[in-house]
DNA sequence: CCGACATATTTGTATAGACAAGCAAGTGAA
DNA sequence: TTCACTTGCTTGTCTATACAAATATGTCGG
């Protein structure tokens, strides 16, 4: 089986910027050139060229040439997937445990990280995640009554919030913090957390049509979770 | 200014999709379909769908036909930035204040992790940042001297060593993991945390034409830092 | 020296045609 | 029925050409 010249020409200047022989700015070889130099149609180098400018490898520019794009800002991009989602991944169960699931008053402060009135109708929460029985991650979920006005009757032992909330009210932005704390004593507990053992909590708020569908803190005990990966 | 015909095929696809007209896993029109709908030459149809395959937004097989993906995973990308264009940023001044910058030789688990032999040479540095005088980060670093044999002459109070590395040793992998812990003394002490502040780190190890480049591991006071942003 | 203009180069888009390769459904034989 | 084969549709790749649009450069006149 032969790569296509395309994917060839590809790998030719991925090689030459991986090696350092072009480096970050440095123009790029015309298509007419490589063209000549690979003996094909102009529009064979032009696909491989355009793909790797849209792969953000290339910058181009009408009339002036092409070059070796800037190196990716420096920055580690982390992906975070629905925890029922990365214990299967691992093979593992996934069970859930609703200790919570009712209609709540939103104080002030909620109401405002809600954008609700205060003392308006919230849907509230609280449910344990196990991974093949041990309990891995606390989620403390406020949802919008009027985004998922059946959140009470769903049955989240069976799907988690996460996908229910995406189903119903697909999200056009989200806000994120990851940070280190101290757990409260419920979620000591409940996470069956040794003494001292520090909680690593991610804050996610999600918008639907620019109101706030969903905020959650997810709490994790230090010792049984990290978020990980690579790139 | 006429959008490009490739363009609008797109568009009118995206459309399609976002309007629940065609949803996940159906059949989208063929090619030849399209160029009759659209009047346009094969090709042109041909990049529209191949750009939107590339995109995630449609999967294509050849003989079978082309097809509305599957729903994105669901999953949050975080984006780490160095701490020194994360504070400057933000407006705020960057100082780093150099504690430890030699060679050290590797035990038998530092080696491992950084791909040398046992009682193998290693820089080591410890260095401490600041945002606007308050300490914010600790970064302890360990590099690799193949990649890097002049990192022991560098001044990373003027740039970082993050900086310096990329530009040595262009980055091919990297891997990470977040996790909350309590800081040992010299952490604790050097990033002034109060009683029982836990802590946020960020382990990083980066890899350069597949060796080991750089591990690092950066301390965070939890009640001054978090991890943060939106999408 | 400097600006206006012409010219060559480069990328951006589009066409019409061609052949290869993979898949699915229909066809026919055992 | 079941299996093998054919046929048609679909995507994958490539060519040769054409014109448009943006940029850079050189030239010439002032």
Redesign the pocket.
């Known amino acids: ?8 020409i590809k790998n030719y200047v991925l090689a030459a910027i991986h090696a350092g022989e072009w480096r970050e700015g440095d123009l ?6 490589l063209v000549k130099r690979f ?6 180098v ?2 491989a ?2 793909e790797l ?1 849209a792969e953000g490898v290339l910058t ?7 070059f070796v794009a800037a190196t990716k800002y420096q920055s580690t991009l982390i992906e975070i997937k629905s925890i029922a989602d990365e214990i299967r991944a691992r093979g593992h169960v996934h069970s859930a445990e609703v200790l919570k699931l009712q209609a709540v008053k939103a104080d002030a402060a909620l109401a405002a990280e809600m954008g609700v009135a205060t003392g308006g109708r919230l849907f509230h929460s609280l449910i344990l995640h196990h991974e093949n029985g041990v309990p891995i991650q606390l989620e403390d979920r406020w949802v919008n009554p009027a985004l998922a006005s059946d959140y009470l009757s769903q049955d989240f032992t069976v799907s988690t919030p996460n996908e229910y909330l995406t189903r119903v009210a697909p999200l056009s932005r989200v806000e994120y913090r990851i940070e280190a704390s101290r757990p409260d004593r419920t979620a000591r507990a409940k996470l069956a957390m040794i003494r001292d053992e520090p909680c690593l909590v991610l804050h996610r708020r999600t918008f639907s049509a620019s109101q706030v569908a969903s905020m959650a803190k997810l709490y994790h005990p230090a010792g049984r979770y990290q978020f990980s990966g690579y790139f």
């Open positions: 089986m032969t790569t296509p010249a395309y994917q060839q790029v070889p015309s298509e007419n050139e003996h094909v149609a102009r529009m064979t032009n696909r060229i355009r400018a181009r520019s009408q009339g002036a040439g092409t």
